[in-house]
Each structure stands twice: as structure tokens, then as C-alpha cells.
Nanobody, 126 residues
Framework: QVQLVESGGGLVQAGGSLRLSCAAS????????MGWFRQAPGKERDFVAA????????IYADSVNGRFTISRDNAKNTVYLQMDSLKPEDTAVYYC???????????????????WGQGTQVTVSS
């Protein structure tokens, strides 16, 4: 498995911004589709955003489309999630995940992703 380590979470006021990072181990990062998911207390883990292997394609959950931006730097083995115009309902633990199946169609399903980070807490106050 690939090791994933998230960082950048914290406490922010509504309307503010945060940038999450996820650093991956290994030398085959560019062959993984990468995704961000989030889980609020008592709720299921939900899809947030994903990016294709070379970064040419991205998809977003409707709830974050237009406010969040996913990107990646394959030279640094890192994927990012820029979160703007944050809302209290964005409060959750955010996880990055790797899809190593080499399937080019990006998936929103947690079942496709087989490597997960430990998560980073994002709290948005009203």
C-alpha cells in the first residue's frame, strides 16, 4: 500500500479558506487517481473531490463545486484541496485516498480507493 499523510486542517471562521495537503510515499504516485473524502460525526464518509492521474480531469461533489479546488503535483507526490468560502457544514475529518486500479474513469465511491490517510480535522465556526 501507499502511505498517505494529510496536513493543513484547523479551525477557521465561516467564509474563510484552508488548504489541505496529502503527501504520498513511493515512486508511482502519478499512476494513482487521488480523491478527498470527508466524514462528519455520526455520518458516513462522503466524496468531496477527485483528480485523474495526470491532473487533467477533476470531479467534485455538488456541495463543494465552485468553492473547493483539487490539484496535484506529481513531482512532489502531493495532492491538494483548496477550500474557499467555507461553511459550518464543511466541518468534518478530511481524508485523502488513492485509487491504484489504473482505471481512468474517476470514481466517487469509497470502494474504489484502497489506500487512505489518517485524516485531518477541519472545523468551521459560524
Amino acid at each position: 500500500q501507499v502511505q498517505l499523510v494529510e496536513s493543513g486542517g484547523g479551525l477557521v471562521q465561516a467564509g474563510g479558506s484552508l488548504r489541505l495537503s496529502c503527501a504520498a510515499s513511493g515512486r508511482t504516485f502519478s499512476s494513482y487517481t487521488m480523491g478527498w473524502f470527508r466524514q462528519a460525526p455520526g455520518k458516513e464518509r462522503d466524496f468531496v473531490a477527485a483528480i485523474s492521474m495526470r491532473g487533467g480531469s477533476t470531479i467534485y461533489a455538488d456541495s463543494v463545486n465552485g468553492r473547493f479546488t483539487i490539484s496535484r503535483d506529481n513531482a512532489k507526490n502531493t495532492v491538494y484541496l483548496q477550500m474557499d468560502s467555507l461553511k459550518p457544514e464543511d466541518t468534518a475529518v478530511y481524508y485523502c485516498a488513492a485509487d491504484r486500479t489504473l482505471v481512468t474513469l474517476i470514481s466517487r465511491s469509497t470502494r474504489r480507493y484502497d489506500s487512505w490517510g489518517q485524516g485531518t480535522q477541519v472545523t468551521v465556526s459560524s
